[in-house]
């Protein structure tokens, strides 16, 4: 097993020391704007630990506590959804006033696109929950029945 767990750590650690290598030939002729990289690199994780997670963490615990249980699975694949897709849009959304567009979207209104995207799934999870909880109040319905008779 220790043997197994080796072998399978090699080839993480060889592309750790590759990505490494890879920094090291990008950061050394641009020091002092590579800061700036290095600073994203050890804060992007700190970021995500300390205040992603938790507020996460904690809207999925809300969800589960308030949500009623027919619309539960679906509010909660839609928190998901808008979480993904809008960590990511940020870096398309977060540029300074004025600044040229990405190479690439010059035609595009991301913020927009965002907006839109977000409309549907959240139109999709009304119309799913809607029906579950129709089909749950129809259940409850025809149970309540089968046992008068």
Same mark, same amino acid.
Request: avoid cysteine; proline fraction near 9%; charge should be positive.
């Given at each position: ?7 399978? %750590? ?18 050394? /002729?641009?020091? /002092?704007? !590579? ?14 630990? %300390?205040?992603? %997670? ?22 909660? %694949? ?5 979480? @993904? ?17 990405? /190479? ?20 999709? @999870? ?19 029945? !089968?046992?008068?008779?």
């Amino acid at each position: 097993m220790r043997t197994m767990r080796i072998l399978l %750590a090699l080839p993480g650690l060889a592309a750790l020391g590759f990505g490494a290598w890879l920094f090291v030939g990008y950061a050394a /002729p641009a020091w /002092p704007d !590579s800061l700036k990289t290095l600073v994203w690199l050890a804060g992007a994780p700190v970021v995500n630990d %300390a205040v992603l %997670a938790p507020v996460a963490g904690l809207a999925g615990l809300l969800l589960a506590r308030l949500v009623p249980v027919p619309w539960r699975a679906p509010v909660q %694949a839609g928190a998901v959804i808008t979480a @993904v897709l809008t960590f990511l849009a940020f870096p398309l959304l977060w540029r300074p006033f004025g600044a040229p567009p990405s /190479p690439g979207l010059h035609d595009d209104d991301p913020g927009t696109g965002l907006l839109v995207t977000l409309a549907v799934v959240w139109g999709l @999870v009304a119309i799913t929950g809607t029906v579950r909880a129709v089909l749950a109040h129809r259940n409850v319905r025809s149970k309540g029945r !089968s046992r008068q008779t």
